[in-house]
């Protein structure tokens, strides 16, 4: 019996899953991604403040003030990559070689999530983690692979 509770949960979490790769997509899953980063190395952080004894709410909500101008940088992305869209499929003589969805918010929500990992790696070197040199070069390199994409997509040097 214990079996098919399992099994039933495996296949409701999946059909779950899968409900909503349908509705969002791969760009929803991002967000998710994204907002649970946000969402852990708040947490993280506090914790690691504490630990270091220099919780203060002061902090703590100036941490949620950054994590707020955030959501509006990918806001703005949002309605960026909209207009975008909307110019292009409405104004006739300006194309693009490919179908425009979403562009400039992908770009920034990746930049933030890796933003969040070296976070989340600082933090844990304040609970007494070693940190690999190896995976912190990583996380540069993906942000510079990033910054050298959006630089390329606006021609800037």
Known sequence: M?????????VAIAAILAALTAFWGWFGWLV???VGMMLLDWLIGSAAA???????????RA???HKGGEVVIVVVALVADWLIGLVVANIPGITLPFEYSVLLA??????????ELGS??????????????????ALEAGKKAVDS??????GDK
């Not at 992908?106 to 933003?115: R, S």
């Not at 994409?149 to 606006?154: E, I, R, W």
């Open 50 to 60: 504490f630990k270091k004894g220099k919780w203060s709410s002061a902090k703590l």
């Open 2 to 10: 214990e079996h098919n509770a399992l099994i039933n949960a495996k």
């Open 63 to 65: 941490g949620a003030w």
């Open 32 to 34: 998710v991604v994204w």
């Open 106 to 115: 992908p770009l920034v929500i990746v930049w933030y999530i890796i933003g």
């Open 120 to 137: 989340l790696a600082e933090h844990a070197v304040t609970f007494g983690a070693p940190v690999p040199g190896w995976l912190v070069s």
């Open 149 to 154: 994409a959006g630089d390329k997509l606006t």
